[in-house]
């Protein structure tokens, strides 16, 4: 039974941080890596970008975990006892720790009806398949108006390839974006090339052979190569509730990243942590997060202690467009569109009441820090107030 003085459940990028983090400190301590995927960790981002233009495989494999940490892939964990330091995995392995972390990430949400060849994607094999398809096939439906969606049909419209998007919302992005910035979208995607049927459910999907048929809720019938389905996620929590941790829309964590049961620390996408700058709880399923949290979870786990309060960005690519962003970003919030071309370069501020809680970079670059500040800055605002508000921006 291997014991490691570290032990990671997951080998995604959180992973990959907290291998770093964990060397920083104590470049001695024995650390495992239990990982789902047969892969060794890897950037996930360039899976609907980069990799569809001009990266390698290669180029995206991360360094820290393969040379600082045994790696046991294709090993799912089944079980946690906390009491005896002990996981299970599928294959009646144990491993035993002295400090254990959940990296464990999210799985894709699947449509509720008849889904024969949808490929939910997420990760590097999923990559691969879509790029086999694509070899051979031309015509490809997203299901999802998301960020994954909406960034895989970019890129397969971008590789020559027919796309059409399917989603419920009426705009790609519209339960993020303000209406207006969505709808432009929609229009943007369809300059481009991309069939965009918005208001338009899926009823199920049919495999032949290689050819699918996706029925949608209006009655039509799309005749295709492949399917991808782009949903969200749902954190995998199970193997933390079973084990007596607190979890709560993620596995809850304090400000050191530590979980409700002693010696066991959490980070990534399945953590939920307080924030009050982002207003309280919340889990965040982007890169900067896992790279930052997990780096500082690791040096936790050897003894530091060091509070998370870091106000995670993000970005995406669409075509030629871009954004980053910081906070929440939510329809659902009253937003403040402050632009200097409506799609093509402005900035939107989210405000709940009259607390801001997320920015949006739309196309205006190196504003980060500056939103990151005023978040934090933590008084509130009238909507007015926020116009222009970002010291750097070229309203010229
Ligand atoms: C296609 C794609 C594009 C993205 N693009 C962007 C972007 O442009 N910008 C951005 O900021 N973010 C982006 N993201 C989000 C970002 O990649 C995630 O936030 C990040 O990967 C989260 O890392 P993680 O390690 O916490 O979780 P995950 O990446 O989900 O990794 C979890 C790992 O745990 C493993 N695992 C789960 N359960 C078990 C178990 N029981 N036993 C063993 N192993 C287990 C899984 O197999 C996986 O390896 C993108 C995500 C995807 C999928």
């Not at 459910?201 to 949608?216: A, I, K, L, M, Y």
């Not at 405000?351 to 978040?375: F, K, P, Y």
């Amino acid at each position: 039974m291997p014991h490691y003085r570290y032990l990671i459940i997951g080998g995604g990028m959180t992973a990959d941080a907290v291998v770093n983090g964990i060397h920083e400190e104590d470049p001695r301590g024995s650390i495992g890596v239990i990982s789902a995927e047969v892969d060794p960790p890897y950037d996930r981002p360039p899976l609907t970008k980069g990799l569809w233009k001009d990266k390698t495989v290669d180029q995206i494999m991360r360094k820290a975990t393969p040379t600082e940490a045994t790696l046991h892939l294709g090993v799912t964990a089944t079980a946690i006892d906390p009491a005896t330091k002990t996981v299970i995995a599928g294959d009646d392995r144990s491993f035993t720790y002295d400090r254990l972390l959940l990296a464990t990430g999210g799985t894709p949400r699947r449509l509720d009806v008849h889904d024969d060849g949808v490929l939910y994607y997420r990760t590097l094999a999923d990559y691969r398949r879509l790029r086999d398809a694509a070899e051979a096939g031309r015509h490809f439906v997203v299901i999802g108006g998301g960020f994954i969606g909406a960034e895989i049909a970019a890129s397969l419209a971008m590789n020559g390839k027919r796309v059409t998007m399917v989603f419920p919302e009426p705009a790609i992005n519209a339960t993020r974006f303000p209406e207006r910035l969505a709808s432009f979208l929609n229009d943007y995607y369809r300059e481009r090339g991309v069939e965009v049927w918005p208001h338009t459910g899926v009823t199920g999907v049919q495999r032949h052979d290689n050819v699918f048929e996706v029925r949608c809720s209006d009655g039509r019938i799309i005749d295709c190569d492949g399917v991808i389905g782009g949903l969200g996620i749902e954190p995998n929590t199970a193997l933390a509730s079973e084990a007596g941790l607190a979890v709560e829309n993620g596995i809850v964590v304090d400000e050191h990243l530590r979980t409700s049961v002693p010696d066991i620390y959490a980070a990534g996408d399945v953590a939920a942590f307080t924030n009050e700058a982002l207003g309280g709880r919340r889990r965040v399923e982007h890169e900067d997060n896992a790279n930052t949290m997990g780096r500082i979870a690791g040096r936790n786990m050897t003894g530091a202690a060091l509070p998370y309060d870091h106000i995670p960005y993000f970005y995406s690519d669409l075509f030629d467009l871009g954004y980053e962003a910081v906070g929440a970003l939510n329809a659902r919030l009253k937003m403040e569109e402050d632009w200097k071309t409506l799609g093509r370069e402005g900035v939107v501020y989210y405000l709940d009441g009259d607390h801001l809680r997320g920015v949006l970079l739309w196309n205006v670059w190196v504003q980060v820090e500056a939103a990151r500040a005023l978040l934090r800055e933590r008084r509130t605002w009238r909507g007015d107030e926020l116009q222009g508000r970002l010291p750097a921006w070229n309203r010229a």
